[in-house]
């Protein structure tokens, strides 16, 4: 059974500061989502990373995919307050029917001037 | 730009109730799928449906049923709601036939069931 964990579950960063959230996961996937849920609105697409290595870049968010170590990561550099919000991994769940997408538990990122 | 659209965002409704949510994309995919979102669980899927009339259980099925009469329209059904189906609800669709891709969400709707 697939088992997606992030880490840290809550985050609060200065502004202007760097740091990593973690998306870890149990057994073999070569897909992975990232999405960010602003407070009462759903959930909006951010990376889709396809193969291993891959790397997206989107201004201040750049996430990268390990599909050997089942890890992926979502680097956050200089924080701005405008990035609050709760982020999601999802990975591909090939076991499943017509597969579908596991999630993490979330990361609510707060970024404090 | 993809939308899907979930025709409640607040719903309040009494224990017992039959419940439909609905939700409707305008992209032409071919998959959609129901999640509900809990503090602390994340998202669990509910049912997926990869094609019209098709539909597939996701992870906690119970209490609920689905209807895809037409492609782009994917309803919940909550034959006899109670107090713990009260929830965020998120309707998705994807574009691929074989395989998911990424998912597009509609914005949701909060049911509560008293």
């Known amino acids: 059974e697939l088992k997606v964990e992030q880490n840290p579950l809550f985050l609060s960063m200065q502004e202007g500061k760097n740091y990593t959230i973690y998306c870890n996961y149990s057994t073999t996937s070569d897909r992975l989502y990232w999405y960010r849920q602003d407070p009462g609105k759903s959930l909006e697409s951010l990376f889709v990373?396809?193969?291993?290595?891959a790397v997206k870049q989107e201004g201040r968010l750049m996430a990268s995919l390990d599909t050997k170590a089942r890890l992926s990561t979502l680097h956050i550099t200089a924080a701005v307050h405008d990035l609050s919000a709760t982020y999601f991994c999802a990975v591909m769940n090939y076991g499943g029917s017509q597969g579908n997408l596991i999630f993490g538990k979330g990361t609510k990122l707060s970024v404090k001037p | 730009d993809v939308k899907v659209t979930q025709s409640s965002r607040y719903l309040v409704k009494r224990t017992g109730e039959k419940v439909f949510l609905e939700c409707v994309q305008d992209?032409?995919?071919?998959?959609m799928f129901w999640y509900r979102q809990d503090p602390g669980l994340g998202l669990r899927l509910i049912y997926f449906?990869?094609?019209?009339?098709?539909?597939e259980k996701g992870d906690i099925p119970e209490g609920y049923s689905v209807s895809r009469e037409k492609k782009e329209r994917f309803s919940l059904i909550l034959e006899s709601a109670s107090t713990n189906q009260t929830s965020m609800y998120l309707c998705a669709s994807s574009p691929l036939r074989m395989g998911i891709g990424e998912l597009f969400f509609g914005e949701g709707s909060r049911l509560t069931v008293l």
């Open positions: 449906s990869y094609d019209v009339k098709m539909k």
């Open positions: 992209m032409d995919h071919e998959n």
């Open positions: 990373l396809l193969s291993n290595g």
